[in-house]
T-cell receptor
Framework: AQSVSQHNHHVILSEAASLELGCNYS??????LFWYVQYPGQHLQLLLK??????LVKGIKGFEAEFIKSKFSFNLRKPSVQWSDTAEYFC???????????FGAGTQVVVTP | GAGVSQSPSNKVTEKGKDVELRCDPI?????LYWYRQSLGQGLEFLIY????????KSGLPSDRFSAERTGGSVSTLTIQRTQQEDSAVYLC???????????FGPGTRLLVL
């Protein structure tokens, strides 16, 4: 079955540490890739997205993600996290030929001061 | 402009009752999605509407679940004969067209006693 896997369910790190969240998918063919974030008490919002072109995409708040087609991966990174990055992060995949999205299970990130 | 709105924000019901959840998408958005978010389960796709096309109902978990979208705008998700396992947050999202950035509403938190 087609799936989206996020490797870590919970991550705890200190401010200024680097963050990398893994995302792998099993869809073949063209895909559109997204990372969404849900801050405590807030709506899900888009962090960044990849449709085509440069596989290294930059999003809001200093986040970036790299699409590696051969590895079916779209990992999210931030060089130096802040306490305000505490949130749940979701990877999402859209098979480009139609509108349905599949989300990963999410990674809860806690940044300690 | 206004974002995606959902009502009610919270709903407590008794097992066996029917519930209706409402979603008002962003004006002009042709695509509308319903998801279910259970604790630790990520976002589960339920149904997708795109313009006047037949909806993609492939994510509805049982025939107790149905949804409609009237006039290409407001959508209602109906759960008949609710069960305790239906307790979750039901999220609605809209986008300008199918495989594009989704804008999420605040969700309806459903509790079935």
């Amino acid at each position: 079955a087609q799936s989206v896997s996020q490797h870590n369910h919970h991550v705890i790190l200190s401010e200024a540490a680097s963050l990398e969240l893994g995302c792998n998918y099993s869809y073949g063919g063209t895909v559109n890739l997204f990372w969404y974030v849900q801050y405590p008490g807030q709506h899900l919002q888009l962090l960044l997205k990849y449709f085509s072109g440069d596989p290294l995409v930059k999003g809001i708040k200093g986040f970036e993600a790299e699409f590696i087609k051969s590895k079916f991966s779209f990992n999210l990174r931030k060089p130096s996290v802040q306490w305000s990055d505490t949130a749940e992060y979701f990877c999402a995949v859209n098979p480009g030929s139609w509108g349905k999205f599949q989300f990963g299970a999410g990674t809860q990130v806690v940044v300690t001061p | 402009g206004a974002g995606v709105s959902q009502s009610p924000s919270n709903k407590v019901t008794e097992k066996g009752k029917d519930v209706e959840l409402r979603c008002d998408p962003i004006s002009g958005h042709t695509a509308l999605y319903w998801y279910r978010q259970s604790l630790g389960q990520g976002l589960e796709f339920l149904i997708y509407f795109q313009g006047n096309s037949a909806p993609d109902k492939s994510g509805l978990p049982s025939d107790r679940f149905s949804a409609e979208r009237t006039g290409g705008s407001v959508s209602t998700l109906t759960i008949q004969r609710t069960q305790q396992e239906d307790s979750a947050v039901y999220l609605c999202a809209s986008s300008r067209t199918g495989p594009e950035t989704q804008y999420f509403g605040p969700g309806t938190r459903l509790l079935v006693l």
